[in-house]
């Protein structure tokens, strides 16, 4: 991703090769260890933060008539999370403002944002009972004279918070359900669905995706942002032909 390359180059001052390959291409190399699933045919979803990728792949040939991407992913709930921050404490966030010496909001949102990124995270990879989302005065500025003044402090019912999101991610449970149908229409009933990207994690998307495949065989990667690093890596030891470029 060109976020990616930008830190690399301008942070760590390092020029990294030129990208020549997808995450979804990337996913798929990395579970090559499935070697007796790859004379079958694979549905790879790959669910990221601003993009949903299907890849369908038959006797390991990509059949492109098959295969699209859509511009969302779950960066929903983290705005849908955010939006609700911001209106429900508009006081506080003011105070952030003023004191803030002249700190621009998109600076803030930016930090509330990486904040209700991580508790979403957390939420959905411990499967916990309830979402809470919580920030001090002292996140957001760091010149604030109190260590524990609350900015905010959210905490939902798992109903609440599936209430909250429902709408806004319904896009999300429609493109895999619009996939099984483009899927059928073209008379294709994938054996394997390969979920992947950090959309993976989340439980009604896996629910969607079973219902929707109930046929196919469910393998999710543990880790999709090793996925992604790891196939890129093999990508490049094969192109370079050389093995000891990585174990």
């Known amino acids: 991703p060109k976020e990616y390359l930008k830190f690399f180059r301008d942070e760590c001052g390092i020029k990294p090769i030129e990208m020549c390959i997808n995450e979804s291409d990337a996913i798929l190399i990395h579970n ?5 699933l790859f004379d079958t045919t694979i549905l790879q979803i790959v669910i990221g933060t601003s993009s949903m990728d299907f890849s369908l792949y038959s006797n390991q040939k990509n059949i492109s008539e098959c ?5 969302t992913g779950t960066h929903i709930i983290e705005d849908i999370i955010v939006d609700y921050i911001f209106r429900n404490n508009e006081d506080n966030l003011k105070e952030v ?3 803030g010496q002249g700190r621009e909001l998109c600076d803030i949102y930016t930090v509330i944002f990486n904040i209700v990124k991580k508790s979403v995270d957390d939420y959905f990879v411990y499967n916990k009972c309830f979402f809470e989302c919580e920030a001090r005065f002292r996140d957001l500025v760091s010149n604030w004279p109190s260590r524990i003044d609350a ?3 959210l905490c939902l019912s798992n109903k609440e918070f599936m209430h909250l999101i429902q709408a806004d991610t319904n896009i999300l449970v429609q493109s895999i359900k619009h996939a099984s149908t483009k899927l059928n229409n073209f008379g294709v009933k994938p054996n394997v669905v390969l979920l992947s990207g950090v959309g993976c994690k989340i439980g009604f998307i896996r629910d969607i995706v079973k219902s929707e495949f109930p046929n196919a065989k469910i393998l999710q990667d543990i880790s999709p942002e090793y996925a992604i690093s790891n196939g890129n890596a093999l990508y490049v030891q094969k192109i370079y032909q050389d093995k000891s470029f990585i174990y």
């Open 151 to 153: 900015a905010f402090c």
């Open 32 to 36: 090559s260890r499935y070697r007796s």
């Open 97 to 99: 403002l003023a004191y």
């Open 67 to 71: 295969s699209w991407g859509i511009n």
